[in-house]
């Protein structure tokens, strides 16, 4: 009964260690995202900012912390692509007109001076 209890204690062990590892892996391929010829809206450490790739070519864009991040929106045009600004927009009815849409900035901050 020791030796199956050692056994299970082990297992468990050995499979948290797993599951930590699986996590980091999985955190750490966040660390870099690929845009092909597309738009991605990118939200990372309250600077916001919609990345359009008009040219035909994938670019890899850092976002693994605050300095990569903010390095690629200062030289994003010197890439090609294009930088726009996040917007939150909700449908406002008054009576039976909902048709009027309120837009407004979302995490559209500036990055530290380099």
Known sequence: MRKFAKIMV???LIALVMLELCFLLKKESKAILRIDSTTLQI???GICRNAINPTAQAVMIPVGSMEEWCSFIRNASSLGIILEKCQICERRCK???CWTMICKDYNF???PAA
């Open 95 to 97: 009576c039976s007109n």
């Open 109 to 111: 901050n500036q990055c």
């Open 43 to 45: 939200d990372r450490f």
């Open 10 to 12: 082990m297992s468990f």
